[in-house]
């Protein structure tokens, strides 16, 4: 309810509003998902090292930077690769507010 209820989130060690990391994982998702060309063919394999280093405010407004980190062919798909990226998501303030780490599997160009 701390969440919601600015009295409750006030006693909390937010000092205020926030909202669920759940919730910017999602905004971060959607972002994510909106802006990339190969979402429409990439299947998620996982998420690691998701964290929130820092909470996300009423009126925050969000950027999503993608890092790939690594790729490779899938050995199981020849018609496919596996990427390795890294999402960070940050605030109007430069602030993180979020990072992850996953894998993707990837239709791979000229084949």
């Known amino acids: 309810s701390f969440h919601l209820d600015p009295a409750k989130a006030k006693k909390t060690m937010f000092k205020g509003l926030i909202a669920s990391g759940w ?3 999602a ?4 972002l ?5 060309n ?8 996982g ?4 964290r929130w280093p820092n909470p996300v405010r009423p009126g925050d407004a969000l950027k999503v ?3 790939i980190v690594n790729l490779r062919p899938s050995q199981s798909r020849p018609s496919s690769g596996i ?7 940050r605030n109007q303030r430069g ?12 239709p791979r160009r000229g084949l």
């Not at 905004?27 to 959607?30: A, L, Q, Y």
């Not at 994510?32 to 990339?36: A, D, K, Q, S």
């Not at 602030?95 to 990837?106: F, N, Y």
């Open 23 to 25: 919730y910017t994982a």
């Open 95 to 106: 602030e993180i507010v979020q990072t992850m780490l996953a894998s993707a599997l990837v």
């Open 83 to 89: 990427i390795r990226l890294r999402n960070t998501t």
């Open 32 to 36: 994510f998902v909106e802006t990339l």
């Open 65 to 67: 930077e993608t890092e």
């Open 38 to 45: 190969f979402a429409e063919g990439a299947i998620g394999l």
């Open 27 to 30: 905004i971060t998702m959607r």
């Open 47 to 50: 998420v690691d090292e998701l």
